[in-house]
């Protein structure tokens, strides 16, 4: 019985093996005939372009806290540019509290100082309005923007760390600012040859 099962399994093999080669040959027969076809024809243009290598990506380092819990030891986007830390902020009530004195609250444990800009001396005596009392969740250049309004430009210096505040563009100013006054059509309007026949 034994020999049997052997002279079956090397019939398998051979079907096999003899079934690849058909198909080996066929496809080399189909190829050989497309080539003579594409031999007649003219080849077009081969344009190159060479491809740089996808650059090998960067292991990040992590500390394993706990069992489960792998923490990558990256800076936070807030920690590389102050910024953008998020506040959220109370500024105390008291009744002369300024613009200035809120900016400078906000400040306080950020990194930053407010510079003495002798531009911004007007914006930090105005009246802080109810509204800017309490600040936050947001940004800390958001928050500094809406403390300034609209008609302050930010301004930061990273080397000193210092924020500045400057007045809005005067283009702005002038595209706001409304159009002279045009004569009215009812008054008539006297023409140059009318002005010459009227004098003495």
């Keep these: 019985m034994q020999p049997l099962t052997c002279v079956a399994h090397r019939l398998a093999v051979s079907a096999v093996l003899a079934g ?8 080399a027969t189909g190829t050989a005939s497309n080539s003579t076809v594409h031999d007649s024809l003219p080849e077009p243009a081969v344009l190159v372009r060479t491809i740089a290598p996808e650059p090998e990506p960067s292991l990040i380092p992590v500390a394993r806290y706990g069992r489960y819990t792998l923490v990558e030891m990256v800076p936070e986007p ?3 540019d102050l910024l953008r830390q998020v506040i959220e902020i109370s500024i105390p009530r008291t009744l002369d509290a300024s613009v200035g004195d809120a900016l400078r609250h906000v400040l ?5 100082r407010l510079c003495d800009a002798p531009d911004a001396a007007s914006l930090f005596t105005l009246p802080l309005p109810a ?3 309490r600040l936050g969740p947001l940004p800390l250049r958001d928050a500094l923007l809406v403390l300034a309004g609209s008609a302050w430009e930010l301004s930061v210096d990273d080397a000193s760390r210092s924020v500045c505040f400057t007045r809005a563009a005067a283009s ?3 595209s706001a600012s409304p159009a002279p006054a045009t004569p009215s059509s009812s008054a008539p309007v006297a023409e140059p040859a009318q002005l010459e ?4």
């Design 20 to 27: 690849c080669v058909l198909v080996t040959g066929c496809a």
């Design 78 to 80: 807030a920690q590389r």
């Design 108 to 112: 306080l444990r950020t990194g930053y």
């Design 131 to 133: 509204a800017h009392l």
């Design 172 to 174: 702005r100013s002038a």
């Design 197 to 200: 026949e009227s004098q003495p």
